[in-house]
C-alpha cells in the first residue's frame, strides 16, 4: 500500500510564496517519478512539474521561472518551491507518484492554494 501525504498549501498574496512537500510512504520502487499537478476551480488537473529518480525535470509553460520542483530520495519526498504566485496559480494541487516500470500511479489527496489580491 502507497500513501501519499502533502503539506504546505494555504492562502498568501500575489507576488508571494509558498512551498509544498509530499512524502511517500509504503513499497516504493527506486525507478519512480514524484511530481505535482493541480485543478483550478472549474477545469480540468493539469501538469505543473515533475521529476525523475535520477533528477529529470519537466514543467509546465506557465510555471517556468517561478516553480521549482526538487526531491529527497533518501526520504522519498518531492518539494514544490512556488515564488511569484500569482491569482491565476490557484487551485488545488495533488502530489503524484508514478512508481516502478511499467509504472503504477498514486495520487495524493490535495492541498489548497489561494492566491489572493
Known amino acids: 500500500q502507497v500513501q501519499l501525504a502533502e503539506s504546505g498549501g494555504g492562502v498568501v498574496q500575489a507576488g508571494g510564496s509558498l512551498r509544498l512537500s509530499c512524502t511517500a510512504s509504503g513499497s516504493i520502487f527506486s525507478i519512480n517519478t514524484m511530481g505535482w499537478y493541480r485543478q483550478p476551480p472549474g477545469t480540468q488537473r493539469e501538469l505543473v512539474a515533475t521529476?525523475?529518480?535520477?533528477?529529470?525535470?519537466k514543467y509546465a509553460d506557465f510555471v517556468k521561472g517561478r516553480f521549482t520542483i526538487s526531491r529527497d530520495n533518501a526520504k522519498n519526498t518531492v518539494y514544490l518551491q512556488m515564488n511569484s504566485l500569482r491569482l491565476e496559480d490557484t487551485a488545488v494541487y495533488y502530489c503524484?507518484?508514478?512508481?516502478?516500470?511499467?509504472?503504477?500511479?498514486?495520487w495524493g489527496q490535495g492541498t489548497q492554494v489561494t492566491v489572493s489580491s
Open positions: 503524484n507518484l508514478e512508481n516502478g516500470w511499467p509504472p503504477t500511479t498514486y
Open positions: 521529476i525523475t529518480n535520477v533528477g529529470y525535470k
